[in-house]
């Protein structure tokens, strides 16, 4: 029978006291290593793109690697010292030696850490955008119309603001150029971006917004008799104000036929507002709203 001490067996991790520019960890070497910084700065390098990015920075009693020991996920990034400092590495040899005493009770704890801290690293990087195209034309809805924006920083804001990457916002900018709803110009080197009309860009956000609930788009519910009377209603005086029954005679007196479930459905779809009587006046904005979404509905279909 063996009755010696089992922690004679442990492999001790490794300390290591470097000095600035040491190469503490590459991403070359393929270890599966936990660093942990005990004393001085390193910083995470990414050279997988030809170029030198600082990822971020590393202070006394941070650590890096718990991914690639609990969960076999590579580490991507080169660590490299920037002052003289003290680092411990526990190599995947040192912690399957620990692992053997202690309780499974804890083991199963750490693993269960490990996956919470892969899980929200994970959400922090995925958008939580399913329609990419929709939500950048939501928010170039809130653009000045005519006003020329800088593309990077608008990408650089858009990919803060929603996480979608850099590739797609590019994509998704495309698809409303194709459309002619942006237009793009040079400023010397800088490549600058206008939205033609802020109310449009809402028009095609609640077009894709129906298309993909699968409801039937308010413009599309407006037949043609419909749209001749909407297209007439810009010309009426602000501010007249009439009960139904006028507005229906109004309109066919002017060879506009409309009857009463054509007027109620004009009403449901907002191009008449109740005042605080019961007479009714023409609502301008959504009667614009819905003549600009009939005028680039070739457009807003992506059929230009």
Partial sequence: ??????????????????????????????????????????????????????????????????????????????????????????????????????????????????????LLKESAHRTPVENTLMSLAEYCAHLESGTKYPVDTLIREFNWLTRIPPVTIKADLKSLLRRRFIGLSKNGEELLMQVHNATLMQIFSDYLYAREEGLVWEPLRLSLPQKRILVHLTTIKKGVEMEAPEWIRLLNDRELPIDVAQWITLQDLGCFKQGLSNKFHVDMERIEYYLTAIRYDSNLRGAV
């Fill in 1 to 118: 029978m063996n009755t010696g001490n089992s922690r004679q067996q442990i492999i001790p991790p490794t300390r290591l006291r470097v000095k600035a520019g040491f190469v503490v960890y590459s991403p070359d070497s393929g270890n599966r290593e936990l660093v942990i910084l005990d004393e001085g700065e390193l910083v995470a390098v990414d050279k997988s793109h030809d170029s030198r990015e600082i990822k971020f920075r590393m202070h006394a009693g941070n650590i890096v690697g718990v991914a690639s020991l609990f969960e076999n996920e590579p580490f991507r990034y080169t660590l490299e010292a920037t002052e003289d400092s003290s680092v411990t590495i526990i190599s995947e040899d040192c912690l399957e030696s620990e692992l053997k005493n202690i309780p499974i009770w804890l083991l199963a704890t750490l693993k269960n850490l490990s996956q919470n801290t892969r």
